[in-house]
Each structure stands twice: as C-alpha cells, then as structure tokens.
C-alpha cells in the first residue's frame, strides 16, 4: 500500500511538469492589446493594414507594421463594412482546440485527485503513514516489536533480585539451547508471572531474559487489548500470537495483565463482558489446540490475587516469580549500577546510602541518585557528593522544602513543640525505629517532620512495636496540649491522629491483637473493600470492636502524656534547639536526651563514625551480615505535621 501511494503521487508530478513543458511550447504572444473603440477609430483614420478573426479576438497589423489583439466586446454589423471601405485585408481562423495530450490531461486528472485522495485516506484509517492506528486496524495488534539487535539490556544490568534471576534464568537457556531439555521430556514454563511493588524491575527483568536470550521481543500493556469495540481484544490476542509464531521463538511481554486477566463473572456487560472475551482469547491461545512452540509469554502485574484461576494454572502461567523490594545489599547493587555514569566524590559511601534507605525500592534508588545529581549541577559541582545524596533522600522521604514560605513566630513555636514531642516520644518507647532528623522546615504539606529512620530492614512489627508508633504519633498533639492548653491544640495532629486510629482498627480487626476480640478478621478481604462492601459482623460486635479500639488508642495517649509530664524540661530544650537551628539530627537529639549542651550541627561523616558506619570510600563493598528486608510499615517512618 505504501509504494502505491509514492507511485500515484510521482505519475501526478509527472504529468503535471509534462503539461507545463507542453504549455510553455506555445508560441510566445508580442500582440499589443488594443481597446476596441480606439480598433474602430483605427480602422476609420486607415491606419489598420490586416486583421484576422479567430473567434471573439481579431489579431491585426496596422500601417507601422505594429502587430495588436482585439476582443470583440458585441456583435457589430457595422464593423465589416468599416474594414471594406477602409480597404483592410480582412482573413478569418477557426478557433484553437485543446490537443489530444492536453484533453487527455484535463479528463484523467480529476479521476487520478480522488484515488489518490481515497488511498490516503485508507491508509489513515488502517494505521498508515506513520500513525499507531486507526478504525480499521482497531483489529490488529499494538505490540510493539524489539529484535534481538535493538534490546542491550543483559542481566548485569538487573541487580537486587538475585532470586528472580535465577528463577528466570532457565528461560534463557531454553530460549539458546532447547534440546538440552528436550532430550531429557523438560518442557519450559509457557509462561512466567513476575509479581512485586511497583518500581521492583519486572519490566527491566523480562528485557533482560530478552537481551540475554537474543531473540525477538513483543512488548504490549494489558490495557491496549480493550476497546469500545466488542471482540477487538480477542481479535488483538490472536494477531499478536500470530505475528509471535512467525519470529518464534521470542518472547511476548504483557505489562500490568490484570487490566484483562481479572477474576471472571463480575461483569454484566458492555466493557467488563468484552474484557472477558480478551481473556478467554488469551487462555486459549496460551494453552488451546495450537500449540505455541518457541513463544513464552512473561507478564506483569503488582496486583497477582485478583488474576483469575484459569490464568494461573499450569500449562499457562506455570511459574510465578516474586520481584520484591531489595534488602540492604540489594539496595547497594543496585545504587552501584546507576552510579556507573555518574561522576561521584571519593566520601560516597554507597554502604551507608543503602542502609539509610529501607524500603526503596529499584525505581526510588534511581530517582534517589537522580536528585542527587540536580543537587550538584545546580550548585555547579563536578562530583556529586555525600551532601547531595543526604539531600536528596530527604526530598524523597520528606519532601521539598519550603523556605520561601513565611511563618510567624508563634507558629514555629507550636510546630518546635509538636515535632519535639514526636521526637521525645519515639526516643523512649520500646521497639520503635530511632530518631533521624527533626526539622522545623515547611516540607511538602506539613510545616514540620520528625524522622525515624529504622536501623535494619524488618519482616514484621509486634504489638509493643505497634503501640510504641501510636504513642509517638500522639507525641505532638499532647506537646501542644501540655504547652497552649486544650483550647491552643491547632489542627496540625488529623494526619498523626488518622495514622494512629488505623493503627489501632487494623491491631483489632485485621492481625488479631487485642485479647478480648481474640484472632479473628473483623475487617472482611481485600476484594469486599474494593467494592465498598461492609464486613458481615453484627451490631454487638461492631460495639465490641468500637470500644477495643479506643481502649487502645486511649492507653497509648495518657502513656505518651505520662512520659512527656516526667520530660518536660527536655521537650523545652529541644524546642529551643529547633528555634535555633530549625533542624536537629540524631546527635543533637542524644545530647537533648542527656541533658547536655546540644552541639552544633553536624556532617554526614561525623554521624555516620558516631553510628558506627565507618567511612569507607565508594569502591568498598559492605562485608557485613545482609540485613533483612524491609516490612510494609517502611514507608510510616516519618511523622508530619
């Protein structure tokens, strides 16, 4: 279709230039127009010698051999007796036709116009002339297809999930020597299901498997199979494996799959029943009469409990590959392969970065030393340092700040002692994670932030954990309370207040904490939640629950006020402490805890000595035990006001 299309429009261009060459032929035209009142008067004063008639024009020569053209406005009787009397040798022409050539041209070129029009259009329509598609290709597959040349990505490039590179490796050696498993009746996984956070590198795993295998690559989103359209999904599937058998053996790559492959039966038409017709079409051709030799299928989703069963079973998604969040060591590999282009100072230490960072998953690890690289442009560094890295984590983990917003005194008087009392708080009760960073700069939403930074990554949290983070969260409103009395409390504790209160429902309703309800899940699963549904308890129970969770919300608040009450003059120090230098780190707040002179502020590398980090250079990998991984509740470790 498309040399159609370049060889209609060079015809066009040629006999266009043809018509012009032809019309430029013609003899040239050196008649002088003449008016025809002043041809009458001409011909009466004899100054006219010859005219000839060719239609409505008269060409004609006067006395001075000067050649001239008149267009006959009327019929004028009198015209022909004027030349007889006046002697004027009078001849007549018939009038010029159009050639054959150019009578061709003028017949044939409207017809040439609408074909070509009509085959541009078609093209539009079917996803030509360099669009992603149109009306009728809605039928035809969106994926996009990489040759094993245009894929670099190996798995040097893919660090932090040892695990998943095993698991997946296999494939690779399928894909390179398939009669190793053959001989001995293995069969490869027809499909591999990669599950996990976001930002964990599913996505950068399975180019990997690609760009180590060295065969083609189909790499499509699950929502690009659903249309308006009834049965373009299913018609979409069935190309894509189609254009798959032809490059087989390859590798087809379905990115967030639970946009088609959700649990069937829960829709009652329009988009949700097409969207069922897609995954019956996916099953079949996964696992169906046709056989898909040489095609694996690798596919995507952070959300695997809400994929249907039929998906999951063996012989279509035979393996299951869990990407989660790296450890500490993992962190380190992956900090080590985004900082092989960037140019970063001897005092980096990656170690320390890697512990500082628990629950960053992949992606946050790359916009982490992204930041950090802003960092030190704008200050127009050549080497990003440790400096920039502390400021970048605490955007991340933080927030901007806002310094050019402007707070009155009073203002960051009650923010010092909210943030104060956090900090007291956390630093006294059992199991919490220790205290970072407090700081009295506007950052994001919140007009101040206390930081606790857990030294290890963890698995779980226990009750003494749990109720320890309830105490710190009420840790700033009883500091504002103890300070401006009930009726100075500000709005600044909704979200410690929102944090606490869901601490406290899910210890009774969900992880079975609370001695009178007992071990039982109040709360309903996950998929009743999505659909608003209410769990089924009764009205007693309901009470039960209501009573226990205040109960605990209740006993964490008079603990915080007691701890607080008997620390007062530490919660007046480090108030101080913030007025003077608006931030304070784990150090500052060591000496505030002893009551001694607080020190000035000081630098990563006098932190990181004090917390027993060490100081080794960038090169120097971390020889230590690997800590275990972080739990949910990471990313809960900074209180805002």
């Known amino acids: 279709m498309k040399d159609m299309t370049r060889t209609m429009v060079l015809w066009l261009v040629i006999v266009t230039v043809l018509f012009m060459v032809l019309q430029n032929f013609s003899s040239p035209n050196t008649s002088q127009d003449m008016a025809y009142s002043d041809f009458i008067t001409s011909v009466k004063a004899g100054q006219v010698d010859a005219v000839t008639f060719q239609g409505s024009v008269i060409r004609g020569t006067d006395t001075s051999g000067q050649d001239f053209k008149v267009f006959i406005p009327y019929y004028d009787d009198a015209l022909m007796n004027d030349l007889y009397s006046a002697n004027v040798k009078v001849t007549g022409e018939p009038v010029e036709q159009p050639g054959i050539l150019e009578n061709l041209f003028y017949s044939i070129l409207p017809v040439l116009i609408i074909v070509a029009v009509f085959i541009f259009f078609m093209r539009q329509m079917q996803g030509g002339g360099g669009g992603k598609g149109g009306p009728m290709s809605f039928g035809k597959s969106k994926a996009r297809l990489l040759s094993e040349d245009e894929i670099k990505t190996s798995f040097a490039d893919v660090a932090g999930v040892d695990e998943a590179k095993e698991e997946v490796s296999e494939l690779v050696e ?291 954990g749990l109720e320890s983070q309830i105490c710190a969260l009420f840790g700033g409103r009883i500091a504002e309370e103890m300070t401006l009395g009930f009726d100075g409390v500000t709005t600044g504790a909704q979200n410690d207040i929102e944090r606490a209160t869901a601490l406290a429902t899910n210890m009774v309703t969900k992880w079975g904490l609370s ?11 996950e998929s009743q939640a999505q659909q608003g549904q209410q769990p089924r308890v009764s009205g007693e129970t309901a009470k039960a629950i209501d009573t226990e969770v205040r109960r605990i919300t209740d006993s964490c608040y008079e603990r915080a006020s007691t701890i607080l009450k008997e620390n007062r003059d530490i919660l007046e120090a480090m108030k101080d402490a913030l007025m003077e230098f608006e931030t304070i780190d784990s150090l500052q707040v060591d000496d505030l805890m002893n009551r001694t002179e607080v020190r000035p502020p000081s630098n990563w590398e006098t932190q990181s000595e004090a917390k027993g980090y060490g100081s080794a250079p960038a090169a120097e990998a971390d020889n230590g035990e690997p800590d275990p991984a972080p739990n949910d509740d990471a990313g809960d470790s900074e209180e805002s006001k």
């Open 174 to 464: 399928y894909l390179r020597d398939p009669s190793k498993f053959q001989r001995l009746g293995g069969k490869i996984p027809r499909g591999v299901l990669m599950a996990g956070p976001p930002g964990t590198g599913k996505t950068l795993l399975a180019k990997a498997i690609a760009g180590e295998a060295r065969v083609p690559f189909f790499s499509i989103s699950g929502s690009d199979f659903v249309e308006m359209f009834v049965g373009v999904g299913a018609s979409r599937v069935r190309d894509m494996f189609e254009q798959a058998k032809k490059r087989a053996p390859c590798i087809i790559f379905i990115d967030e799959i639970d946009a088609v492959g959700r649990h069937r039966g829960g829709g009652v038409g329009g988009g949700n029943d097409e969207r069922e017709q897609t995954l019956n079409q996916l099953l079949v051709e996964m696992d169906g009469f046709e056989g898909n030799e040489g095609v694996i299928v690798i596919a995507a989703s952070n959300r695997p409990d809400v994929l249907d069963s039929a998906l999951l079973r063996p012989g279509r998604f035979d393996r299951q590959v869990f990407v989660g969040l790296p450890d500490i060591r993992g962190r380190e590999q992956i900090l080590r392969v985004h900082l092989r282009k960037t140019p970063v100072s001897d005092n980096v230490n990656v170690p320390v970065i890697a512990r500082g960072t628990p629950g960053f998953s992949g992606a946050d690890l790359a916009n982490l030393v992204n930041e950090a690289s802003l960092f030190a442009a704008r200050m127009n560094k050549r080497l990003v340092t440790m400096d920039e890295f502390e400021r970048a984590r605490d955007k991340i983990m933080m927030g901007a700040e806002r310094k050019s917003m402007v707070m009155s005194d009073s203002e960051k008087v009650n923010t010092a002692y909210h943030e104060a009392g956090h900090a007291i708080i956390g630093r006294l009760v059992p199991d919490h994670d220790p205290v970072h960073k407090v700081s009295i700069i506007p950052r994001g939403r919140a007009l101040g932030v206390t930081q606790f930074l857990p030294e290890e990554d963890k698995y779980s949290i226990s009750k003494r």
């Open 515 to 525: 001695e009178k309800l007992g071990p039982l899940n109040y709360a309903g699963d």
